[in-house]
């Protein structure tokens, strides 16, 4: 029997605490919808973020070579919470999101076959949700799905990338610039910039 199935009701309240208290890795599929949808340069929507700075110990996969050093990418704040929270409390750009945040503040294991293993509450910010849900299994697999096949092309794309930044090194030549970094990973996957709706989702 999977553990934490009463976890599948989790509702968002609305709070707003972790849009303010938690800082929200993006990758490379994130930020193209993020452009698509706010129609913004990909330097206004995040920000650079060094090892000392966030913990990157689960995902050291995420860090991306640039010439300050390796830094992992990061939604945007302002004013202490994410640049995208209004003052009512509410995300503008909600439909866009990044994967981290829609499948906050859940994470899910499933087994090879696909079957739901356990369901956990991610530890770092003591969010005030209810149970009252009604359960998607589903939405629920599909979205975790979508978010694990994301995270392995971003740190596949991040690999290449640095592969690339540290033959210029080896060769004396500047590293490649934060705005060859977007033409690369924006140009070489167009899919990148439809809405989350239409992403292809493993069966």
């Given at each position: 029997m999977a553990s934490g199935l009463h976890l599948a009701r989790v509702r968002c309240t609305g709070c707003g605490d972790c849009c303010r208290g938690l800082r929200v890795p993006v990758t490379?599929?994130?930020?193209?919808?993020?452009?698509?949808?706010?129609?913004?340069?990909?330097?206004d929507l995040i920000e650079w973020a060094?090892?000392?700075q966030v913990d990157?110990?689960?995902?050291?996969?995420?860090?991306?070579?640039?010439?300050?050093?390796?830094?992992?990418?990061?939604?945007?704040?302002?004013?202490?919470?994410?640049?995208?929270?209004?003052?009512?409390?509410?995300?503008?750009i909600h439909?866009?999101?990044?994967?981290?945040?829609?499948?906050?503040?859940l994470h899910a294991?499933?087994?090879?076959?696909g079957g739901l293993k356990r369901l956990r509450v991610l530890r770092g910010l003591a969010c005030p949700f209810e149970l009252s849900a009604v359960v998607d299994w589903v939405g629920l697999r599909r979205?975790?799905?979508?978010?694990?096949?994301?995270?392995a092309a971003h740190h596949a794309a991040v690999a290449a990338w640095n592969r690339i930044q540290e033959h210029r090194r080896r060769l004396g030549r500047p590293l490649g610039s934060e705005g060859e970094l977007w033409a690369r990973v924006l140009s070489d996957q167009p899919q990148l910039s439809q809405p989350i709706s239409d992403m292809p989702m493993q069966p």
């Open positions: 490379f599929a994130d930020l193209g919808r993020l452009v698509a949808a706010t129609a913004q340069a990909p330097g060094s090892p000392e990157v110990t689960g995902e050291p996969s995420s860090l991306v070579l640039l010439a300050p050093g390796r830094r992992v990418m990061l939604l945007r704040h302002a004013g202490g919470a994410c640049r995208f929270l209004d003052g009512e409390d509410r995300c503008q439909a866009a999101r990044p994967r981290a945040c829609r499948a906050y503040p294991t499933f087994g090879a076959r979205e975790h799905q979508a978010l694990g096949a994301e995270l």
